[in-house]
């Protein structure tokens, strides 16, 4: 046997090394990148408003102020009924309670304990028991002024803010770094902000941000007219009708 045979037969004889399939090498780099790139809390608020600017429900305290002239003596109409729905929003917003805050030591003092029981009149009105309703007093420091009686409650109420927060380089210059979103293109810190604080103030009941609204029955009557509707093969969905010959291209052309 010569030597080139010998060198065969030996290198047959060593057991392989096992190679690693190129799929399997190519699902560990993938592995190892998504764990290196897991998106953290900060990340996805760089890019989401929501999460960068929560709208917050708790609890707080609603106001609203009374201008009181000192000269009056009544309630104007008006008044009296932007008085009893603030009644009402406290009965379905907050606890029924109301509390009066009427000014001491102002130009307007005597005009403020004329309209007093006016007001409780009003809150009454709009659903708050007289026994619901408390009264005291804040001192004024300037007696020359006409300063409001403040009507308070506490209640669930949703939030959101503060804005006018910047904090970060928008203009574009430097190099791309976290403190500069323009390059890379992120939102910029205040962004998005006044719209939740906008719908936090005009949601009608803040714990609708919460969780749904419980599904009411249904209406029985409603119900069994569209049933009889359809045994007699009748049509069980409302009629629209146009009136006047009008057309929706001629409201477009006016």
Not at 87 to 93: V, W
Not at 118 to 138: D, E, H, N
């Amino acid at each position: 046997m010569n030597a080139k045979t010998a060198q065969r037969r030996a290198a047959a004889a060593r057991p392989s090394r096992p190679v690693m399939p190129a799929v399997a090498v190519l699902a560990a780099l993938l592995a190892a990148g998504c764990q290196s790139q897991a998106p953290t809390t900060s990340a996805l608020a760089a890019n989401d408003y929501r999460l960068r600017h929560p709208i917050v429900v708790g609890e707080g305290t609603k106001t609203l102020d009374l201008p009181i002239g000192s000269g009056m003596r009544h309630l104007s109409p008006q008044l009296a009924a932007v008085v009893s729905s603030f009644a009402r929003d406290a009965r379905s917003r907050g606890g029924g309670s109301v509390e009066i805050i009427a000014p001491s030591g102002s130009r307007n003092e005597a005009a403020v304990h004329a309209v007093l029981p006016q007001i409780r009149q009003a809150l009454a009105r709009g659903g708050v028991p007289s026994k619901r309703i408390a009264t005291r007093s804040y001192s004024v420091g300037d007696g020359g002024i006409a300063a409001p009686v403040r009507l308070a409650y506490t209640g669930v109420q949703a939030s959101a803010g503060p804005c006018g927060q910047w904090p970060d380089n928008i203009t574009g210059g430097g190099s791309a770094t976290k403190h500069n979103p323009h390059l890379n293109n992120t939102q910029y810190y205040n962004f998005g902000c006044a719209s939740q604080a906008n719908l936090a103030a005009m949601v009608d009941n803040p714990s609708d941000l919460l969780y749904p609204r419980a599904v009411e029955p249904g209406d029985q009557m409603r119900r069994g007219v569209v049933y009889e509707k359809y045994r007699k093969g009748e049509q069980t969905a409302s009629e629209y009708k146009q009136g006047d010959g009008a057309q929706v291209s001629d409201a477009a052309g006016n």
